[in-house]
Nanobody
């Protein structure tokens, strides 16, 4: 029912920028914490950045100072602004969100998007 759809991925150049978006839809009552994760070939999925419902952000050391996570509650969307891209940023990027649905009480479930590919190369 609840769906998260990422967009904005593609080819970026080293030192360049990309902006990822993740829009949530469905019978959403409230969206809590949201985040971005990535998985490079042959590696485990890792957290990139998270943002709480209150706007508190945290970043992986590898992206701190380069990436910025933000959210637009009216659009039910979380963004990841990626600056100073490095080849090491190449990965599949996934967004997630803790969502409470109408009729579901105060229980929030974590939903995941299908992912969007980011390739950083010259």
């Amino acid at each position: 029912q609840v769906q998260l759809v990422e967009s904005g991925g593609g080819l970026g150049q080293p030192g360049g920028s990309l902006r990822l978006s993740c829009a949530a839809s469905g019978g959403i009552f409230r969206i809590g914490d949201m985040g971005w994760y990535r998985q490079a070939p042959g590696k485990q999925r890792e957290v990139v950045a998270t943002i709480t419902a209150g706007g508190n952000t945290r970043y992986a050391d590898s992206v701190k100072g380069r990436f910025t996570i933000s959210r637009d509650n009216a659009k039910k969307t979380v963004y990841l602004q990626m600056n100073s891209l490095k080849p090491e940023d190449t990965a599949d990027y996934f967004c997630n969100a803790d969502v409470s649905v109408y009729g579901g009480g105060n229980t929030a479930y974590t939903y995941w998007g299908q992912g969007t590919q980011v390739t950083v190369s010259s």
